[in-house]
């Protein structure tokens, strides 16, 4: 597979870490000399510029936070001026005040450049035409995938979120290739498609989709292919980096993360120490070339790990693996963690269940207790009582043995569990209502 | 201020040779799209025989019905590969019009976006608030392109969600919006609602509608700014074919970019400057999908006294539409799309009628339709379940939110000459 930038993207490890020393090295410095937020958390971890001797000294500097963000909004910690800044996101958040994030030129263009290598690493360029679904406007989503792909030299389509009839004539009579929106809403894209009789597989020319800004499962992917006959990729990224950054390439083995953009380490969540190479933990990245907004060693609250091997492709960029879950998604279940990724891949892992599960969580007197509803598959829909009573003991059966706790499930009609053109909602935790 | 003050500020000779060499290479550019070479072998136009400006009123027009029928790439003159972006309008029944651009043509849409906004006095200091749609409409990102290459700060906060727009005005020390007229009347409402006074507002672009005196006046007012009129089509790339300058008297067209003639709309002859008709325009430098005569539809008249910013002669602002047209919260809607709509619902007869009105400053359309008896079984929750089927449908066609009434078969009045099915009952803006 052609890289965008071949220079860049197949460097030799050596020259990788050099050049992120390097580029770690200035950052600490402008940020020492010119970010009063920065130079204050510096100064109270004790370490001054001169420290980082070589790259993993960035294990002294000081972490960072969304609350740092919410509690500087708008623009505290912003290091550029007015003229400078080109562009404003705004991220709602689930609590509280929004998460700001400011883009001087040169943010922009580098974050255009990361996707333009990330969507060539999944074989899309020009000929291709990219039906962008992800919403437009202050969200990343819409925008970042819209410069990246005109970037590579596709034809854009920007349809946005929404309508989703008119999202499929449009992807059959303008022949998209590609589609870049989130898993959820590709699920009723393709099920709204079924029902107006447009098979996608035969009736469309797509063959890609770039699927994020929600966790999901292999288990998911293979679905997705096999019902859709397209590849689906992952796409990671989240506003306070820019927005979507990195996707997998076709191997289909975690994102890359391109070093001269991004340094990457997983720590401890509870200690915050570093972890090596294929240990699982807390994603935490320093944005090396970030001007507007600067990010020294951010805490995202995503869960992987890291595989620094050169991959198959040829790229030397280290991949971390796909996100099992954050760490505010984490839901403790009688004291046991549980992710809702883990509740979505053993149930794809059932062929008697559909694509769409809830996970309702109560406290009953002063147990938690933990009910999955599911929507059963087309096929396996009956109405006999006996066989409805088989399934569900499957369910449970396979959930307790993945997840280690007890749970209840409840199995639904297709069609009855709440659909999702943006991020799907598929935890009501009514603990902390 | 001028962004390209040599293009902007041409004498009128340079003008017209430019314009004649570029009107010359847009005819070679249409010999790539079937329908303009059988339309110009049809009117005996041969590219050596347009020796003059003048000699463009040997090609026949273009109209909005035949760019639907070229539906999708039809009129697109370059390669698949070479288009980078797609955007669509709605068209008059069903299918939507396509438009595509090269990288070229985005180039040139947003040179024209900035030379608007750099006449009138924004630039990289300026905050800017993008409050239309993005995605399929060209006013969301033809200004935002526009605005980023003149190094503004652009916030990307597309419609709805009006005290959180405030908000961030405030919050952003937001300097310059755009949006539609009727939009920034809802705003300066619910700010006024919130106690929000709008401080760093200086300026204000609202186009995409049309909007009278009396509302400028209502709109500076009210939110301190200066209010300026932008005009243009997506069909002509999108927003920033006409602008007002500081001197808000009419609206520059770029000329270099397009050429324009005024016609009777209904003998297609060309008026004489400052009478009032149909605007025809060719755009001289688009690539993906050049046009030859095309008729906008809008009415508007040549302004003859030249201005004091020596950008070349202007046009009116739009009064009103040559065909039965409707602007609804700066959606274009034509009757025959909503006709179209719910022939399609077998449990609706033949006979509807819309009604527009302007409630709290935003447009609300309203439309009766009867009741088909013999596809229609009368139980109450089948009334609900269809009335939201309609609105369902209409929305899908026309992405605009309706309130839907069924009433009985035989209610609603019948014509005998010519139907009037649409009353717009909005005061003139």
Not at chain 1, 380 to 392: H, L
Not at chain 2, 30 to 38: G, L
Request: net charge neutral; glycine share 8%; proline share 4%.
């Amino acid at each position: 597979m052609r890289s965008w930038d071949p220079r860049i993207e197949e460097m030799p490890k050596e020259d990788l870490r050099k050049m992120q020393y390097k580029l770690l090295k200035s950052l600490v410095y402008r940020l020492y000399s010119f970010s009063p937020f920065y130079h204050e958390r510096m100064r109270e971890q004790n370490v001054h510029p001169d420290d980082i001797k070589e790259l993993s000294d960035v294990n002294r500097l000081p972490f960072m936070f969304k609350r740092d963000l919410r509690d500087n909004y708008p623009d505290k910690i912003f290091t550029s001026t007015q003229e400078e800044l080109v562009r404003y996101h705004v991220s709602s958040g689930t609590t509280g005040k929004p998460t700001v994030v400011g883009y001087t030129q040169n943010d922009l263009d580098s974050w255009t450049t990361s996707l333009a290598r990330a969507l060539t690493s999944l074989g899309l360029g020009r000929g291709d035409v990219i039906q962008v679904s992800y919403g437009y406007g202050l969200f990343t989503g819409g925008l970042g995938l819209h410069y990246g792909a005109e970037r590579i030299g596709a034809t854009v389509l920007p349809t946005s979120v929404g309508n989703t009839e008119r999202q499929i004539e449009l992807m059959q009579d303008l022949g998209a290739t590609a589609i870049a929106c989130t898993p959820s809403y590709l699920l009723h894209i393709g099920e709204v498609a079924e029902k107006m009789g447009v098979d996608i597989k035969k009736d469309t020319k797509l063959r890609t989709g770039v699927l994020g800004a929600e966790p999901w499962t292999d288990r998911m992917r293979t679905r997705i292919e096999d019902w859709l006959g397209i590849k689906a990729y992952d796409i990671y990224g989240t506003s306070e980096l820019s927005g979507p950054m990195f996707t997998e390439c076709t191997e289909q083995k975690g994102f890359h993360i391109w070093s001269d953009l991004a340094l990457v380490e997983i720590i401890d969540p509870g200690t915050g120490e570093s972890l090596e190479s294929g240990e699982k933990g807390e994603l935490t990245i320093t944005m090396l070339q970030k001007e507007a907004l600067p990010m020294i060693r951010y805490r995202i609250g995503d869960i992987t790990m890291m595989d620094d091997d050169v991959c198959a492709c040829g790229r030397t960029h280290p991949r971390i693996q796909r996100i099992q879950g954050r760490v505010d998604d984490m839901l403790i279940i009688r004291g046991i963690n549980v992710f809702p990724s883990q509740v979505e891949y053993a149930l794809m892992g059932i062929p008697e269940v559909g694509q769409h599960f809830q996970i309702v969580v109560e406290r009953k007197g002063a147990l938690d207790d933990m009910l999955v509803r599911v929507e059963l598959s087309k096929g396996s829909f009956s109405d006999k009582i006996t066989d409805i009573m088989k399934v569900r003991q499957k369910v449970e059966h396979r959930l307790r043995n993945s997840l280690n706790v007890n749970v209840n499930v409840e199995l639904v009609e297709p069609g009855s569990l709440p659909r999702f053109e943006g991020k799907a909602k598929r935890v009501i935790d009514k603990r902390s209502l | 201020m001028f962004w390209d003050k040599k293009a902007e500020t041409l004498k009128p000779d340079e003008l017209r040779e430019l314009q004649l060499k570029r009107l010359k290479k847009t005819l070679i550019q249409v010999q790539n799209v079937d329908f303009y070479r059988k339309l110009l072998s049809g009117a005996g136009v041969k590219v050596s025989s347009v020796k003059t400006l003048d000699d463009i009123r040997k090609i026949p027009f273009t109209k909005k019905q035949d760019l639907r029928n070229g539906y999708p790439f039809g009129f697109f003159a370059v390669p698949l590969k070479k288009i980078v972006r797609i955007h669509t309008t709605s068209g008059t029944t069903g299918k939507p019009t396509v438009v595509g651009y090269t990288r070229k043509d985005l180039d040139a849409w947003s040179d024209l976006i900035a030379r608007n906004m750099t006449m009138v006095g924004v630039g990289e200091n300026d905050v800017f608030q993008n409050m239309v749609n993005y995605g399929m409409f060209t006013g969301g990102l033809g200004f935002h392109y526009g605005a980023e290459k003149i190094g503004m700060t652009v916030i990307p906060s597309a419609t709805g969600n009006t005290k959180r727009q405030i908000e961030m005005i405030k919050d952003f020390g937001v300097t310059t919006i755009h949006c539609t007229p009727s939009y920034a009347m809802h705003l300066s409402e619910i700010a006024e609602e919130m106690n929000m006074s709008l401080e760093s507002l200086r300026t204000g672009i609202f186009g995409a509608e049309p909007w009278s005196e009396s509302v400028r006046q209502t709109l500076e007012k009210r939110l301190g700014v200066t209010a300026y009129d932008s005009y243009g089509l997506s069909e002509l790339f999108g927003p920033g074919v006409a602008f007002e300058c500081p001197e808000r008297d009419g609206l520059h067209i770029w000329h270099d970019c397009f050429y324009v003639e005024i016609i009777d709309p209904k003998t297609g002859e060309r008026v004489s400057d400052g009478e009032r008709g149909e605007l025809v325009v060719t755009p001289l430098v688009k690539e993906a999908m050049p046009l030859l005569r095309y008729r906008t539809g809008d009415i508007t008249f040549l302004i003859e006294d030249g201005c004091l910013c020596r950008r070349g002669q202007k046009i009116a602002r739009i009064t009103g539409r040559s065909d039965d047209m409707l602007v609804i919260r700066g959606i274009n809607v034509f009757p025959s799309q909503i006709e179209h709509v719910l022939l399609k619902i077998p449990e609706v007869g033949n006979q509807f009628m819309v009604y527009i009105d302007r409630i709290n400053h935003l447009d609300e359309m309203t439309v009766e339709v009867e009741i088909n008896r013999e596809f229609f079984s009368g139980e109450l929750a089948d009334l609900a379940r269809l009335q939201k089927k309609v609105v369902k449908e209409l929305h899908d066609a026309l992405e605009l939110r309706t309130t839907v009434k069924l009433v009985e078969p035989g209610s609603l009045p019948r014509f005998e000459g010519k139907a009037k099915r649409v009353i717009d009952r909005r005061e003139a803006v």
